[in-house]
């Protein structure tokens, strides 16, 4: 058994080849997979070949169904799993601190509370940093295979700093797990560029000198981090900074955690990169591309057909001009008749319309671009519970991705920004009577818990679950039914799967206390009144009789 190690790292020489290695399989395997996938799909961020500042990166794209299909999926994906200004993660006592005897529930109340403090300070500084903006770049890249994002430190008003890394500079390693977990980055930066992403970089003469004479020249840069298991927890990971030509370390530092978060969405057993939606589809959407294409030579066959002339001296097609208020002559034998035809074409595009229609579609559902139906399909008048019917099932298709995204991309997400915070002591540990509670992700005592669209899917199959219960109740007892439930607790079970405030719902005592009171009152309203002035033998008003409740009309159900 190995013991642990303070700190341990490869030489420069070590860790260079392990990059050379890395880079290679990339580039032997997938570059020109995904150099065709950001062609036709991602050209914003089509990287690769020397590409310029500026230059036009759309030449080879007739219909736009990808490049739009891929922006709306990285914006579902943002809203679905990293929605911006909302609270999607918390912060709970786990069960060893629930059923530790030395706490008493007033303690417990008072962990809970100073732990939604805490959570509540992480998102401040999360919603401040923009990081929809990276992210939604990092999206645009999972869907051709894997998203990799960098999180650096910033300073104590903001804390964070994220940048989305294009495919074109990455290389990666993974454990022996199936996860990602080890990355380089290659790219080109200027010496005075270098000096301010990384203050205390130490140069050699060569760097010194240029960085003294000539600043803004460029020089390629291996970004790296390695892990190693058998350090220490607090320096685990080996992030430098490499001069490419020299091979030599310019800075490098032990962190408790991997600047880089790498995630896919879906993968091949045996391979590194991802495979994206946008990777399963291709075929279809290079079909799709070149359909597009024939459609508009066929249209511009139309607007300007070829034309058959006969060939005599009179008729010179290098020389005639077609267009409006020419004269063209012609010979006298031609009188009565058009020496000049169009050449015929058959006639098929409504046939090329409906298969390029039928191909968009099928690119959309790769890209699951289109959760809802268009509305032409859906009319105007469906209601929000079908568009939620359609959105749970688009869900479902795509349920092994989210939670693989959840493993590879959510938890990791938060366990490095609480290290940050730690580190810069902007979030606080909780103090009890019993010692202290360290605020941190491996904290045994917390669990960070994620509010993931697949729980919210369940939560309200929860409640569709009891509303069907309460309306066969009603069905089948009549008014009798809710003697059946515990209708106090009712609004707190709604409230917590629904995602409501519950702080607006009352306790279940509160609600028996307060219907008993609003009974009572009813009842005396309805208490037959005398009538002072009644003459003997008079008839007094009958007293009123309160209606029992009916579960299945509150539902709007049948008797």
Same mark, same amino acid.
């Given at each position: 058994?190995m013991t @642990?190690?303070i700190?341990y790292?490869?030489?420069?020489?070590?860790r260079?080849?392990r990059?050379?290695?890395?880079q290679?399989r990339?580039?032997?395997?997938?570059?020109?997979r995904?150099k065709d996938i950001?062609r036709?799909c991602?050209p914003?961020?089509y990287?690769? =070949?020397n590409a310029? %500042?500026?230059e036009r990166? $759309?030449?080879d794209?007739?219909?736009?169904?990808?490049? !739009?299909?891929?922006?709306?999926?990285?914006?579902?994906?943002l809203s679905?799993?990293?929605?911006?200004?909302?609270?999607?993660?918390?912060?709970?006592?786990?069960?060893?601190l629930k059923?530790?005897?030395r706490?008493?529930? =007033?303690?417990?109340k008072?962990i809970e509370?100073d732990?939604?403090?805490? !959570?509540k300070v992480?998102f401040?500084y999360l919603?401040e940093?923009g990081? @929809?903006n990276?992210?939604h770049?990092a999206?645009?890249d999972l869907?051709?295979?894997t998203g990799?994002i960098i999180i650096?430190? &910033?300073d104590d008003?903001?804390p964070f700093s994220?940048?989305?890394?294009p495919?074109?500079e990455?290389?990666? %390693?993974e454990?022996p797990?199936?996860?990602?977990?080890n990355?380089?980055?290659t790219?080109?930066y200027?010496?005075?560029?270098i000096i301010?992403l990384?203050?205390?970089?130490?140069l050699?003469?060569?760097?010194?000198?240029?960085?003294? #004479? #000539? *600043?803004d020249?460029?020089?390629?840069?291996?970004?790296g981090v390695?892990?190693?298991?058998n350090?220490k927890?607090?320096?685990?990971?080996?992030y430098?900074? /490499?001069?490419?030509?020299?091979k030599e370390?310019?800075?490098? %530092?032990?962190r408790?955690?991997s600047p880089?978060? &790498?995630?896919r969405? &879906?993968?091949?057993?045996g391979?590194?990169m991802?495979r994206?939606p946008?990777?399963?589809?291709m075929?279809?959407i290079r079909i799709l591309n070149?359909m597009?294409?024939?459609?508009?030579?066929?249209?511009k066959?139309d607007a300007?057909p070829?034309?058959t002339?006969p060939?005599?001296?009179i008729?010179n097609?290098? $020389?005639?001009v077609l267009?409006p208020?020419? +004269?063209?002559?012609i010979d006298?034998?031609f009188?009565g008749?058009? *020496?000049i035809q169009?050449?015929?074409?058959?006639n098929?595009?409504?046939r090329?319309?409906?298969?390029?229609e039928?191909?968009?579609? +099928?690119?959309?559902?790769?890209?699951?671009?289109? *959760?809802?139906?268009s509305?032409?399909?859906?009319?105007s008048n469906?209601t929000?519970?079908e568009?939620?019917i359609?959105y749970?099932?688009?869900?479902r298709k795509n349920?092994?991705?989210?939670?693989?995204?959840?493993?590879?991309l959510v938890m990791p997400f938060?366990?490095?920004?609480?290290?940050?915070l730690?580190k810069?002591?902007l979030?606080?540990? +909780?103090?009890?009577?019993k010692?202290?509670?360290? +605020?941190?992700a491996?904290?045994?005592h917390?669990k960070l818990v994620?509010?993931s669209p697949?729980?919210?899917?369940?939560r309200?199959? =929860?409640?569709?679950?009891m509303?069907?219960?309460l309306l066969?109740?009603?069905q089948?007892? /009549?008014?009798y039914?809710i003697?059946a439930?515990d209708?106090?607790?009712? *609004?707190?079970?709604w409230?917590?799967?629904?995602?409501a405030?519950?702080s607006l719902i009352?306790?279940p005592s509160d !609600?028996?206390? $307060?219907?008993?009171?609003?009974?009572?009152?009813?009842?005396q309203a309805?208490?037959?009144?005398q009538?002072?002035n009644?003459?003997p033998?008079?008839? /007094?008003?009958?007293?009123?009789?309160l209606?029992?409740p009916? !579960?299945?009309?509150?539902?709007g159900?049948?008797?």
């Open positions: 058994m @642990s190690r700190e790292s490869e030489n420069p020489e070590e260079f080849r990059y050379e290695k890395a290679d990339l580039l032997t395997y997938w570059d020109e995904l950001y036709y991602i914003d961020r990287t690769w =070949d310029t %500042e500026g990166k $759309t030449n794209i007739y219909d736009d169904t990808a490049v !739009i299909g891929v922006q709306t999926f990285a914006n579902n994906l679905f799993l990293l929605p911006p200004f909302k609270e999607f993660m918390t912060l709970r006592a786990s069960i060893s059923n530790d005897k706490f008493t529930d =007033d303690d417990r008072k509370d732990l939604n403090e805490q !959570i992480v401040e919603n940093s990081y @929809s990276a992210f770049e999206f645009q869907a051709a295979g990799i650096n430190e &910033g008003n903001k994220f940048s989305s890394v495919l074109s990455i290389a990666m %390693e454990g797990n199936g996860m990602l977990e990355f380089w980055r790219k080109k200027s010496m005075r560029q301010r990384w203050p205390n970089v130490t050699s003469s060569e760097l010194e000198f240029m960085l003294k #004479n #000539n *600043p020249e460029e020089i390629e840069i291996v970004e390695i892990f190693y298991p350090n927890e607090e320096s685990q990971y080996f430098y900074v /490499q001069h490419k030509a020299s370390d310019i800075y490098s %530092e032990f408790d955690y880089f978060l &790498g995630f969405f &879906g993968k091949t057993a391979e590194v991802g994206g946008a990777m399963l589809g075929d279809f070149l597009a294409e024939y459609d508009l030579r066929s249209a066959f300007f070829a034309y002339v060939n005599t001296s008729m097609p290098n $020389t005639m267009e208020g020419a +004269i063209i002559p006298s034998t009188a008749q058009s *020496p169009p050449l015929p074409t058959s098929s595009k409504d090329m319309q409906m298969r390029i039928q191909y968009q579609q +099928i690119v959309k559902d790769f890209l699951f671009a289109d *959760p809802l139906p509305p032409q399909e859906r009319g469906q929000a519970t568009s939620n359609r749970n099932e688009w869900l349920s092994s991705s989210a939670l693989r995204l959840q493993d590879e938060f366990r490095i920004l609480f290290k940050i730690r810069k002591a979030i606080k540990d +909780i103090e009890t009577i010692g202290t509670i360290e +605020i941190k491996s904290n045994k917390l994620y509010d697949i729980i919210n899917m369940q309200q199959d =929860d409640v569709k679950a509303d069907q219960v066969r109740l009603g089948t007892f /009549q008014q039914g003697l439930v209708f106090t607790k009712l *609004p707190s079970f409230a917590e799967k629904l995602d405030d519950k009352k306790t !609600i028996q206390n $307060t219907l008993g009171q609003f009974l009572q009152r009813l009842q309805q208490q037959p009144q009538n002072p009644a003459q033998g008079e008839e /007094q008003p009958q007293q009123g009789t209606d029992q009916n !579960i299945a009309n509150m539902l159900g049948q008797q």
